[in-house]
């Protein structure tokens, strides 16, 4: 294993900044790229630069390259992963690819952040957990792109809960809808096939509210119930119908450490919902809820106040004393759903200088792996699953 | 004057229960005929019994009596003044019938209810108050239906104004919006004739949001500067197209004691906009909102609270400890517009008991009238008015 | 079994009112009571008299009786069914006494409507809709009072779904939230006890939202998946600490006929939820969404439209054109949670005279039944259920 | 008069790309700075480079540079003036020295893009709309910074009225209100002094208002009635308590062309709205509600669907099919306030390739100034003010 770069003890060490390497191109490639491009405009970070953009396409990704900021484009990942001037490697292709690059990349001593899920099946996860334990032991950091853990509202609801302003928790009640899928003539894509996306609204909503549910409280799913459903079970292809093998809907119920209770509802097909994730957190003391279409504000009651005058407060969280804010606009001027990438570069960034292992991690990656694939077994069998350990905690820095 | 028949000192007195009589069963009556019919049943009022309904259709309004739940029917407003077993007489008609109506009534020893305006032209409602005043000194009660002193929601924040929770009031922006004639076909009617109406959208609505204006800040109007719009001139009557002689919208900026701004608008060619009463007060320390199509809630924000913490919050205005609820249901079971008639009526009655006399008073309705028609001066002149004394200020009871 | 008194063909008949008398006078009881006190007076309903309120304490029984517009009381529920002018019973005691009064009620002839829950056993529940439906074929009509399907937003919610403004419905999201056990220091009660309660948050409220899921879209639960907790598991009783046996919060997913699914999530303990009942609905070609916090207004959205103006839309359900609207006050003055027991009694009394099997029937209740022991069920052995058959479809008239 | 570089007809003309130069970094500074930073990577706009910044500070501005991604730093805004390499000058320096360094601009033949207001005083933006008019004749393009024209919700506003979705516009309901001046201990600034800020809340932020009333309708005020307070009127400066000569707050009624009304009202004293311009218009066939703070959301009221589903639709406008979001995220990920800035950008950078004058142009700049000194007018001699003419019309591209 090589030693990362920037990772030099002596006098005068990282001379030079970070070299950026970002594989992807696309939606996430597009944010990745966003966020990098403005960081340092907002935040204080170490120096970097955004050397590479790695595509299939070299036509294509040399384009994307000059629009989005980076100095070059390549076509092959391995060969940016050679490269002696690159310390980050930030993984947006899709989730089939993840594993071949993340263990490549780190065992090159290259810092990874990888969007999620981590993978798409469980081995590859637990193979690329194993790389970043490895590599972490070397001083080469690894995260997973969970970037809701960045909305300013939901770092707040977080410092709340820990400040026990909520009391006990008792219940949390969460549901991520979109209705991209809602009609059934929309065309078949890589993303309704099991083989390329693993599966449906499941992993690639349901995952976010997961997260959020363990880092909100800081608990971790015990027992899980499921439910899986395929509305529309053929979709036009480029030679003809075609099966769709992933989920258009996910209904899961948890029980957590702390003894509390989770519902979580994954919809694609939810007619007029966009980007709606909703969390209701429910304590002994009060009470906090939210949505990402509206993500600059969080819902507070505190019911330690006379009833008399108690109400759900919608916090408009966009003030210098909340989180990330400070970096950004006076209050009330709101910030957008990319801000939450570049918020997620800035911590990892951070934490590569510091040497504090960002959150969350591949083992957190791993974990909600494992709980989507406890939602799917319990679906199948029809009962509900209880994990047998509950040793791997979720880790609780952000 | 005649003494009025419940109003007897000595042991043993009030005997009977006391004898109602309403005037109209139009909309009005029908509202306060409901609140007479359930009072008892939620608060604790003194005997009264509901014995005669009175209106021009001798069929239409022996029909509406027996609905309402009125004992007896008759056609003139005379009759049920003369007799000895009426206490409380209970106007409900037309504005232009206001005066004459009261003025016999409260000669006659009883207890008047008038609904608002208090009349249609200045002069009568100085000879009504007049005769209110000269009444009372008799013990004879009479009061003016703002009806919405009596939204629980309303009356929570005249509260929460008058602990100082707001510190000092700076500014209150009012409206009332409603939309019933922003179709231009929509026929012509006697509340869109100057003669029969008074005015249009400033004195129906308008002068609501006066009321809660000064109501809420207990303080009174000093300046007023006004606009009003007729934007459908004229409409379909029975012998082809009329004139429109009263607004449709209304605009007025006020100025008050306590050093405090409002403004307001009425219409009642607002699209979409039902019955929207929307009022909002910032002080120094804390803000307010309310809507009436929503009147089970408040919004209150405590600047004092942390900034990281502050919002307004929605107080669902519905548990034992906020006003006239503990009559109702348990928490989270929402009243009606109605109900705020039948706490109009339960304060009536408490006052006559009490011998305490009830707010808003004639004269709070006569200071209305006087604000209502200073706006309209200012609109005539295209100039603010000044009010040349302070001295009648607006009664503070509730 | 005795004929009804009032069902009688031949010429003349029927020449006295109904006498209705009503069983119990707490909560349910002030809201029957204030419904029979009313709807005359809205409604064209057939003549009737409030007879009888029956309760177990002489003093305060007379007292309610007075106070709430019933004629005389008693304190034997058999001696009003004994009666010859008592047509209705109107069961509001405790779900444990329903099934003993309302099989003598039928018996005897009379019309019963009885609060939810049906009863507190399948086996009571059973007894009752045999009853009911060989008093039915003797023209005695009953019906079970889920008041909900009574609130105009919701009767127009599944007119639209009936309509095919939603084109096929994929699932719906439904929740009761409330918090009035939220303190763990809130004292015990019968309704926290299993012999005298059935169940907790599932019986008490998740029945509400089941009926709602299968009112709303016409269809029947085949299969359901439950979790149940009780969070306070004592509470502190008049000698000393009791042991809560029921829930204070349940889950449950369901699937239904016409393939949909359905989630459901009850709560006693959600802070800061008063009485929130919230129904989302979503459809090939539309959705909608409701709160029973706000229970005028309906969000409903139209994706038929095009995109560039598609958007949930608050409808002020208030406007003459909306069921049971008409009846009340000009739009936009909104009624409150009560009307909808009204509107109940409306129903009913209508039933009656045209001799239609009004709903929902007790069958539907008994259904309901079933479909909350299936979720206790599931709970108990952590599967899911499934209905062996569907033939006992849930009734859809309104 | 010089020609301005990049207006060339000959072919293989404008070879480089355009050079920008930026005067100011503080709040608008960094905002503007930000838009050139982005623009490019989402919109197809001709090439260009930031290439300095200009600032009073060498240090600070120096280090902006770096910061916002300029590639040099001045001090002296008149050296950049003189580079025939910069083709774009930024205004975002304060008021009262927009028209020196406009007029400078626009002389040497550089495009000019400058912040609100137009200038502090009449005179000025006299001057500086005279020099406008003469540079645009000879190609040089000027654009006065109102930015929340490119809010896609408004843009979207503009659109839906002017295809008469609303009908005939009735009136408007404006508001802009904020609470950074709430506190009574809060310090004096040069935005407090009337001789560098020019007014207070009027100009600021009312000021945005007027300009939408305007842009929405394609109207012009005609007549302005207004009124203005300065409730702190003392603050604490750095030699002891200094006098705040400029408005905490301002109202005005106005009446337009097109015989619609408005009304306006800003407030930085509005205790707990922190950024919320709301925007209300009422006409004959439907009705828009906006608010900043939510400002990816548009509500529209279309009063031609049936009584029985109409409502408010919240739009989220956030759709490929909304102005300006197909070059941003998936539907549902909504944007910030500072995208506004990077569309203004867009929408400059495209007027100089196309030769077509922007919008909104300093006449239209200079009307605004021109409302704004006549409800500075009304509000000194309490009466109307009326414009004498109506000749110069805004202007309506967007």
Known sequence: ???????????????????????????????????????????????????????????????????????????????????????????????????????????????????????????????????????????????????????????????????????????????????????????????????????????????????????????????????????VTQRPGEQGMEDVTVDDAAWATFWLTGDMGASVEASRVATGQKNSLRIEVYGTKGALTFDLETLNELQFLDATVPVREQGFRRILVNEPEHPYLEAWWPQGHIIGWEHTFTHQIRDFLTAIVTGEAPSPSFEDGLQIQRVLAAVEDSANNKSTLTFINTTSLVSEGA
């Open 1 to 231: 294993m090589t030693t990362p770069a920037n990772i030099d003890q002596s006098p005068g060490s990282r001379q030079r900044p970070l070299g950026v390497a970002a594989i992807g191109y696309a939606f996430m490639g597009k944010a990745h790229s966003n966020a990098w491009r403005n960081v340092a405009s907002f935040f204080d970070v170490p120096a970097f630069e955004q050397k590479v953009l790695v595509g299939r396409d070299a036509t294509q990704v040399a384009e994307a390259a000059a629009k989005y900021g980076w100095a070059e484009s390549a076509t092959d990942w391995r060969s940016v992963i050679d490269r002696e001037d690159i310390d980050i490697i930030d993984i947006c292709a899709p989730g089939w690819m993840h594993a071949e690059i993340a263990i490549a990349a780190l065992a090159a001593g290259k810092h990874v952040l990888v969007e999620k899920p981590l993978a798409n099946t469980l081995a590859e996860a637990e193979l690329m957990t194993a790389a970043a334990a490895k590599a972490r032991a070397n001083g080469v950091q690894s995260m997973i792109g969970f970037n809701y853990r960045r909305v300013p509202a939901l770092a707040l609801a977080r410092e709340l809960i820990a400040e026990g302003r909520l009391g006990t928790v008792r219940h949390i009640r969460a549901a991520y809808l979109q209705d991209w899928l809602s009609d059934g003539e929309s065309p078949m894509t890589w993303r309704l096939r099991k083989e390329t996306a693993g599966s449906g609204a499941l992993g690639d909503i349901a995952s976010h509210a997961i997260d959020q549910i363990q880092y909100l409280t800081g608990q971790r799913i015990l027992e899980a119930s499921g439910k899986l459903k395929t509305f």
